[in-house]
């Protein structure tokens, strides 16, 4: 009988590390090796290939590869028509979504998108600004950029279209934002072919509910303690919830053990409060997933 492969592609460059360390959260090991496109997992039916984020979408929709992680701007960028399993909302900075945004030299006389009319705009998303442009009646002039883009303006480009977290490299180059033109996060795309595969639609399942746990369980923790039936009320009106706590008996009679998620950074406001209102054997534990 065949073995059964998925056949998974990890984005390499700014997200890889970011990637690898959300799958080892979720509890699969990926080892990298210097030099190879191939990295281990600890999983047999797993096969990773490391590619850029950019080309992910293509060679998931021709089937180079099952599934894989990309950002929803190369999605659109490479007009591909892949199936999109899942939302995973993390990048290289930060748990929020990157910005795909205009931006142009502090003293530059352009203010908004209509002033872009003949102008040089220099930008990784060639497609996906050449649509915005003309969703908006505007015909400029859109360069490919091989990368620097922020350092483009004024001499090479009037303008760039440049993805962006923080906003900080953009300052550093004197650059301002004029406008956004795009939300973007990462997702787990499947070819279409094998999103109709049972076994691989339910191995790509099976991945993205761990890899979704992972992620809720990050910056919370539990937290139990023991406190006295008269006390209880006054207790779980001190702690918020992820849903209602669980609250089980104990040997006395007259004390429960209460059992919540929380969190982690409310955990140093509340435990006085906590301990005052009667609580004790207070005990704060790390999550590793929270699955729902």
């Given at each position: 009988?065949?073995?059964?492969?998925?056949?998974?592609?990890?984005?390499?460059?700014?997200?890889?590390?970011?990637?690898?360390?959300?799958?080892?959260?979720?509890?699969?090991?990926?080892?990298?090796?210097?030099?190879?496109?191939?990295?281990?997992?600890?999983?047999?039916?797993?096969?990773?290939?490391?590619?850029?984020?950019?080309?992910?979408?293509?060679?998931?929709?021709?089937?180079?590869?099952?599934?894989?992680?990309?950002?929803?701007?190369?999605?659109?960028?490479?007009?591909?028509?892949?199936?999109?399993?899942?939302?995973?909302?993390?990048?290289?900075?930060?748990?929020?979504?990157?910005?795909?945004?205009?931006?142009?030299?502090?003293?530059?006389?352009?203010?908004?998108?209509?002033?872009?009319?003949?102008?040089?705009?220099?930008?990784?998303?060639?497609?996906?600004?050449?649509?915005?442009?003309?969703?908006?009646?505007?015909?400029?002039?859109?360069?490919?950029?091989?990368?620097?883009?922020?350092?483009?303006?004024?001499?090479?480009?009037?303008?760039?279209?440049?993805?962006?977290?923080?906003?900080?490299?953009?300052?550093?180059?004197?650059?301002?934002?004029?406008?956004?033109?795009?939300?973007?996060?990462?997702?787990?795309?499947?070819?279409?072919?094998?999103?109709?595969?049972?076994?691989?639609?339910?191995?790509?399942?099976?991945?993205?509910?761990?890899?979704?746990?992972?992620?809720?369980?990050?910056?919370?923790?539990?937290?139990?303690?023991?406190?006295?039936?008269?006390?209880?009320?006054?207790?779980?009106?001190?702690?918020?919830?992820?849903?209602?706590?669980?609250?089980?008996?104990?040997?006395?009679?007259?004390?429960?053990?209460v059992n919540t998620i929380i969190d982690e950074d409310t955990v140093r406001h509340i435990v006085p409060s906590l301990k005052k209102a009667g609580a004790c054997g207070i005990v704060e534990y790390p999550l590793g997933k929270i699955i729902d």
């Amino acid at each position: 009988m065949t073995k059964q492969v998925l056949k998974l592609g990890l984005p390499a460059g700014s997200l890889q590390e970011a990637t690898a360390d959300l799958f080892r959260k979720a509890g699969y090991k990926i080892s990298f090796t210097s030099r190879s496109y191939y990295p281990a997992i600890d999983d047999p039916e797993i096969e990773c290939t490391l590619v850029r984020a950019q080309e992910m979408p293509r060679y998931v929709e021709n089937g180079s590869f099952d599934c894989g992680l990309t950002g929803y701007d190369w999605i659109l960028e490479n007009n591909a028509k892949v199936v999109e399993m899942a939302e995973l909302i993390f990048s290289k900075v930060s748990r929020r979504p990157v910005r795909w945004v205009l931006a142009v030299p502090n003293d530059s006389p352009i203010r908004e998108i209509r002033d872009l009319q003949g102008k040089r705009i220099a930008t990784e998303v060639v497609n996906l600004t050449q649509r915005w442009l003309a969703k908006h009646g505007v015909n400029a002039n859109v360069e490919f950029s091989w990368g620097a883009t922020e350092v483009k303006p004024p001499l090479l480009a009037d303008a760039i279209v440049e993805v962006t977290e923080t906003g900080s490299s953009l300052r550093a180059n004197n650059l301002r934002i004029v406008c956004d033109l795009l939300q973007s996060t990462t997702r787990f795309i499947a070819n279409p072919v094998a999103a109709e595969d049972a076994w691989k639609k339910q191995k790509m399942e099976d991945l993205i509910l761990m890899l979704r746990g992972a992620m809720a369980a990050e910056g919370k923790v539990g937290l139990m303690m023991n406190v006295r039936r008269a006390d209880l009320n006054t207790v779980l009106g001190i702690l918020p919830a992820l849903k209602n706590p669980t609250i089980s008996s104990l040997s006395d009679a007259e004390w429960v053990a209460v059992n919540t998620i929380i969190d982690e950074d409310t955990v140093r406001h509340i435990v006085p409060s906590l301990k005052k209102a009667g609580a004790c054997g207070i005990v704060e534990y790390p999550l590793g997933k929270i699955i729902d």
